[in-house]
């Protein structure tokens, strides 16, 4: 890493970072492979393209983003680069060549191109999205013989799939489904539904699934480099890292801190659980890595993760609601209930409160008829 803070005009090629976009085009039976990079400086000049990057990713089951911003686009690039079309992103510091610290940051593919003026150029901002052609387009007709094991289905799915992968495949309790298991669903809602079952969480990282239990999320463990820290911030037990672009970290991974920061008085040292984050490198202004951090993912943050609606039966009866729902369904009907009692009871003390002679009850009871509703004879 050269980082570099001189006063020149070009001061961000100094800097030596380095990134690189290259769009897989399919052409027939053929793969064109389209290059953005910003490559070695030579003899001074910087003629490489001028681009934007910023992806994001978590543990949830969402799927990860990135944007790409790219100016002047020819229109036939522009023709080229549809909705679909496979993405990778490698990032870093090119140290010269010598000492390279590069990695990829995202695969995935286009989810969309917009193009804008921005001044006299052409701004088209690229949104990708971590393959959801596979991920939520593709349906699953599977039906498992009796005694399959779940981790045994989730290897099946991703045998049969072409871009997301296998990872680690560790659950928090690997259920035999003793009846067999018939599953009818895309991609997403099936491994939602296994995670919920194996008390689990999955998370894709360009393109890679990686399936752990719900309270040991560990795939491995990083060290951080105090030279690369720019700021951190506390809110109830979660803290918010940003540090000098480093590639190297994902979601899923643990990283080893030492701290302090004596103007807040925090202090933070050991080893946390990287639960979300943001990379983003930007050759004029910012190159930096962002991070959410915390002891543990919180069981409540998992829950909702892997929140998932089972709907069977005739009539799309949910035979799986939660015991909570069902005690606040009678709940209500009890209610309803003593709300109906209460009512009719009112009705009768009303009806007894009349039985007198005379024009004025008359006209009264009259007034209650329409008021109440009640009926019979006086």
């Excluded at 970072?17 to 389209?34: D, L, M, P, Q, W």
């Excluded at 490698?90 to 940051?105: P, S």
């Excluded at 539904?193 to 008390?199: C, V």
């Excluded at 009705?347 to 009926?375: A, H, L, Q």
């Amino acid at each position: 890493m050269a980082e570099n803070t001189q006063n020149n005009n070009n001061y961000y090629i100094l800097w030596d970072r380095y990134a690189k976009v290259t769009f897989k085009v399919k052409n027939g039976s053929e793969i064109e492979e389209i290059e953005f990079e910003r490559f070695q400086i030579e003899n001074g000049i910087d003629s490489s393209p001028d681009f934007e990057i910023e992806t994001e990713f978590d543990i949830t089951e969402s799927t990860n983003i990135a944007k790409i911003v790219i100016y002047n686009l020819t229109d036939e690039m522009i023709k080229k680069l549809k909705k679909g079309v496979e993405v990778v992103i490698e990032a870093g510091y090119w140290n010269d060549g010598k000492n390279k610290d590069i990695g990829v940051i995202y695969k995935g593919i286009i989810e969309s191109l917009k193009g804008s003026w921005n001044n006299a150029d052409k701004k088209f901002e690229i949104i990708c999205n971590t393959y959801n052609d596979e991920y939520k387009d593709t349906k699953i007709n599977l039906k498992a013989g009796k005694g399959t094991k779940a981790s045994t289905i989730i290897k099946l799915i991703l045998s049969k799939l072409d871009k997301l992968k296998a990872g680690t495949i560790e659950l928090g309790k690997d259920i035999d489904y003793k009846d067999g298991k018939t599953l009818h669903n895309n991609v997403k809602h099936i491994f939602k539904e296994l995670a919920k079952d194996t008390k689990s969480v999955f998370f894709i990282t360009n393109g890679v699934v990686t399936f752990q239990p719900r309270d040991k999320i560990n795939r491995g463990v990083l060290e951080f480099d105090p030279n690369r820290f720019q700021d951190v911030k506390e809110n109830d037990g979660t803290y918010t890292l940003k540090a000098i672009f480093d590639h190297r970290f994902q979601e899923g991974f643990k990283i080893n801190l030492d701290l302090k920061k004596t103007f807040e008085q925090l202090e933070i040292k050991g080893e946390y659980l990287i639960t979300k984050g943001k990379h983003v490198m930007n050759f004029k202004t910012e190159a930096y890595t962002e991070l959410e951090i915390k002891t543990k993912f919180d069981d409540e943050e998992t829950k909702k993760a892997n929140e998932i609606e089972i709907v069977t039966g005739k009539k799309g009866k949910n035979e799986k609601s939660s015991k909570k729902k069902d005690k606040k369904d009678k709940d209500d009907k009890n209610k309803k209930e003593k709300g109906k009692n209460s009512k009719d009871s009112k009705k009768n003390n009303k009806k007894t409160s009349t039985k007198s002679g005379g024009k004025k009850k008359e006209k009264d009871w009259d007034g209650i008829v329409r008021t109440y509703g009640v009926g019979g004879n006086k």
